[in-house]
């Protein structure tokens, strides 16, 4: 559970503040934690903080998301899932698993929007038939 500032900030401080959860500590321990799971240019920033501009985890916490905002994932809406479409060669199901991975990205994505999106997606002409022919 390291963070170098490539993944979504927001993820590694919802892990750590679970795994915190866990533990029961309080807000000094999670401010004394929190950097030890920092890695490579992002504990350099930290240690380059001011001291005393950090006295609650709200402050670590608020910092961190506006210093690596640019890295927050942003969220996918279901017409991304037109774009996701079966490559010239590409099995079916190597599709499908690559379709459902895309899906698990979108909040509030409908069974016939996905359906629609799947369908739509495919090059096996056979097998996109028989998808239609069957209800949502």
Known sequence: MRYDGTQDPQEHLTAFEARMNLEG???????????????????????AL?????????????????QFTTRIAKAKHPINLLGVTQR?????RKYLD????????????TDSVASLCLT????????????TTKPV
């Not at 500590?25 to 920033?45: K, M, N």
């Not at 010239?88 to 079916?92: A, F, H, N, Y």
């Not at 739509?120 to 998808?131: I, S």
């Open 88 to 92: 010239t060669g590409e099995l079916t």
């Open 120 to 131: 739509n997606g495919l090059l096996n002409e056979d097998f996109r038939k028989y998808l």
């Open 50 to 66: 001011l001291q005393d501009s950090i006295t609650t985890f709200a402050d670590i916490s608020r910092t961190f998301l506006a």
């Open 25 to 47: 500590v309080g807000d000094e321990v999670r401010c004394r934690a929190f950097p030890v799971t920092l890695a490579g240019p992002v504990i350099r920033w930290f240690n």
């Open 98 to 109: 690559r379709f459902n991975d895309e899906c698990l990205e979108i909040d509030g994505l």
